[in-house]
């Protein structure tokens, strides 16, 4: 099955598996549409296929950044309705917890939400214990120090305040995508997961 997974919570990242071999690029400075669509057009040339070649399509649903969820989302969307295609959606940080695989089953996952904020999950091997949710990094120190015999895995921009297993890259994209491929769906089900509400919205007390 040919099938392309983007992620564009956290910059841009794209693989394409094609004909059993797979594409892969990333760039971690834009989550920009000028950015993502020379990528998938890129590894679509690299692999020899046009779009109608891919037979499901994939996408990263958040929480992270508005912006670029939301063009990832728009741009998988279009091209499941174009083609007629399905899609499959895997939450940010799932995918961040599987740089742990081989490591642990249980896992703690954290991802940047700005401003000394985060988002974070618990995981036991495919269980999610404890969805995604917004918190301060001092109360997330806390849940990883009441958690001692769980890993830690953050986004890069964590590493030196959590430690444990820092990124994402063509290796976790693999592994969600292998996952997360059977949960099919149409593209009006593919919806972003936003824990945090933008800027303009937030009030007093809200992170």
């Known amino acids: 099955m040919n099938y392309l997974f983007i992620d564009t919570a956290e910059g841009t990242r794209a693989l394409l598996c094609a004909c059993g071999k797979y594409y892969y690029d990333e760039n971690m400075k834009s989550a920009g549409s000028e950015i993502l669509l020379p990528m998938i057009d890129g590894l679509l040339s690299r692999a020899g296929i046009k779009i109608q070649g891919v037979d499901i399509f994939g996408a990263c649903?958040?929480?992270?950044?508005?912006?670029?969820?939301?063009?990832?989302?728009?741009?998988?969307?279009t091209f499941c309705y174009a083609t007629g295609k399905p899609c499959f959606a895997v939450n940010n940080l799932r995918l961040n917890s599987y740089n742990n695989i081989g490591k642990s089953e249980k896992v703690i996952s954290i991802a940047d939400a700005g401003n000394r904020v985060c988002y974070i999950a618990v995981y036991d091997g495919e269980k999610e214990l404890e969805p995604?949710?917004?918190?301060?990094?001092?109360?997330?120190?806390?849940?990883?120090?009441?958690?001692?015999?769980?890993?830690?895995?953050?986004d890069v921009k964590?590493?030196?305040?959590?430690?444990?297993?820092?990124g994402v890259g063509e290796k976790e994209l693999k592994i969600a995508a292998e996952r997360h491929i059977a949960n099919a769906v149409s593209e009006k089900e593919l919806l972003p997961l936003y824990i945090r509400k933008p800027q303009p919205e937030r009030g007093a007390g809200d992170l």
């Open 61 to 77: 649903i958040g929480p992270g950044s508005f912006t670029g969820l939301r063009i990832g989302l728009t741009t998988i969307k």
């Open 132 to 154: 995604a949710k917004c918190v301060t990094v001092d109360d997330a120190k806390k849940i990883v120090e009441s958690n001692p015999d769980y890993a830690v895995s953050t």
């Open 158 to 166: 964590l590493s030196s305040v959590f430690g444990g297993t820092a």
